[in-house]
């Protein structure tokens, strides 16, 4: 028997087919092993969700959903609080494109699991018609994986990568402090674009260093770092905490000094 649930299941199977194919074509830019594996495994499963008439038939879903639920959901957990490897290419950002796709991988293999599984039980009671809430939650999943999709695809146009860890240590840093900044003075010689590793130790308040004289600034919430990039003239510039909703600490300011050569 095939109810609505597990219709949804064979869907979901295919969304996450499409999904493994865009993440390839996309953001890979090429297919690993297991990607083909999850992609050609989806695929039979949906078609033997749509096709075979049988009421245990949605076991087939749910022993895909726990088997790749098993390989991606705990990975993706652990991704997120592990510390990055500084020689990986990469930083775990909100705006990773990796990131919105892993999540979505993620829900997309949980909701397959749940929908077979309740496909599986809706059989077994005989219990055809599902309830009030289902069109809904159906039509919402479809616009979120959509969604995801699209906001990780354009994400992937406009993601900056080329700098890891180790070269963002070897760049001249400026530390924001609670109530202070290091160093209080930089002297550099002019002719060239200047690269800062900025480092916010502050208080949250205090999330935007800026140039003001140089119109330049960088956001950073508490604990987060950045880059800066300017190529001012020769003069004395300073830098420190921008005002921001309200607040101002005159303590955490600098001073960038830039000879002529």
Not at 26 to 50: C, E, Q, S
Not at 73 to 100: C, K, Q, T, W
Not at 211 to 220: A, C, D, G, N, Y
Not at 230 to 257: A, F, S, V, W
Request: glycine residues 6%; contains cysteine.
């Amino acid at each position: 028997m095939i109810n609505s649930y597990t219709r949804l299941a064979a869907t979901l199977l295919f969304l996450q087919i499409a999904t493994i194919i865009l993440t390839g074509l996309f953001l890979l830019r090429h297919f690993p092993v297991i990607h083909i594996l999850n992609g050609v495994i989806a695929l039979i499963v949906a078609l033997l969700l749509f096709f075979i008439k049988w009421k245990w038939t949605p076991i087939l879903g749910m022993l895909y959903g726990v088997l790749f639920s098993i390989l991606t959901v705990p990975s993706y957990f652990i991704s997120m609080f592990r510390h990055i490897d500084p020689e990986y290419n990469a930083m775990l950002e909100a705006s990773n494109p990796f990131f919105g796709i892993s999540t979505l991988t993620a829900l997309l293999v949980l909701g397959i699991l749940f929908f077979s599984t309740a496909g599986l039980v809706a059989n077994l009671r005989q219990a055809q018609q599902p309830p009030a809430w289902f069109p809904k939650v159906r039509s919402a999943i479809y616009g979120a994986t959509i969604m995801g999709l699209l906001i990780s695809l354009y994400l992937q146009q406009h993601w900056v990568t080329g700098i890891n860890a180790t070269s963002m240590e070897k760049l001249p840093t400026i530390v924001m402090k609670p109530n202070s900044v290091e160093p209080e003075k930089i002297e550099v010689q002019a002719g060239e674009p200047l690269v800062f590793h900025i480092k916010n130790q502050s208080e949250n308040k205090c999330h935007i260093l800026q140039f003001p004289e140089l119109s330049e600034s960088v956001h950073m919430e508490q604990g987060r770092s950045g880059l800066i990039i300017i190529d001012p003239e020769p003069g004395t510039y300073t830098y420190g905490c921008k005002p921001h909703h309200g607040y101002m600490n005159e303590n955490i300011k600098g001073t960038l000094i830039v000879k002529p050569r």
